[in-house]
């Protein structure tokens, strides 16, 4: 067998030094990338940057489904199809002290259509219009568990699918709970379960948990919030 040819050299020149003019280029600047703190801080429902032209296909209940005209940093245009949605928000309910040594969750083993099947989840549901995302938090911990919470504090914030949607969650956890009565909607099929922290990060390894939301929130919670 013949030897094969080398490969051409396809590393990138070297911009570090000076140019053909004797000019030394300047490095590229990197592009800023979004925070969880800009996510908070922008209008929910106003004109992205990028956007040069909208046009609505479809409105739904939850969300709104439209083709997008957006500029990319080259200068070109592309369409997209783009689900609009109004945020949420999302609680991780600790029991007892998150920082003690067997800190407990609520979780949610909820049906959903999509899964097709149970899941566990924290709880979590859409903003409603006018309502904070701290007071969304509240709700839904008291619509979907019952308990109420004296203290509910910011974790992070996120976005689900940037790839096609704009919905972003708003993650919190909820300490020195209350139990008392729960008021799910008609559809809503689920059931309170405690469960260890420890336990739920387990299942989270085994891919137990397959819901993006409420994996990161416990693995925040239990990277950051914990006494671990």
């Known amino acids: 067998m013949k030897n094969a040819k080398p490969p051409k ?17 300047k490095p590229a600047k990197s592009p800023n990338v979004v925070t969880g703190e800009e ?3 922008r209008a929910r429902g106003g004109k992205p940057e990028h956007q040069v032209d909208r046009r609505e296909l479809y409105k739904g209940k939850i969300f709104r489904l439209d083709k997008d005209t957006a500029r990319f940093p080259d200068g070109s245009d592309s ?3 783009i689900v609009r949605h109004p ?10 002290d998150p920082e003690g040594e067997e800190p407990q969750v609520l979780l949610l083993r909820q049906f959903r259509y999509a899964a097709d099947g149970y899941i566990y989840e924290i709880p979590a549901g859409r903003l409603d219009a006018g309502e904070s ?5 509240a709700r839904e911990l008291k619509e979907e ?3 109420t919470a004296e203290r509910v504090e910011p974790l992070f914030s996120m976005f689900t699918t940037p790839g096609f949607t704009d919905e972003t969650i708003h993650v919190f956890m909820a300490t020195g709970l209350t139990h008392g009565k729960s008021a799910r909607e008609p559809d809503e099929f689920a059931e309170v379960v405690i ?4 336990e739920a990060l387990e299942l989270i390894r085994d891919g ?5 939301k409420t994996a990161l929130a416990l693995l925040f919670a239990a990277g950051f919030r914990t006494g671990d």
């Not at 945020?87 to 007892?96: H, K």
């Open 39 to 41: 996510i908070r801080a």
């Open 79 to 81: 369409e997209f199809d």
């Open 208 to 212: 137990a948990i397959p819901d993006g």
């Open 9 to 25: 050299d396809t590393k990138a020149p070297d911009s570090s030094g000076p140019t053909k003019t004797g000019k030394t280029p």
């Open 87 to 96: 945020g949420a928000a999302a609680v991780v309910p600790f029991l007892n």
């Open 195 to 198: 469960m260890r922290l420890a």
């Open 133 to 137: 995302p701290a007071e969304c938090a």
């Open 145 to 147: 568990t019952g308990c």
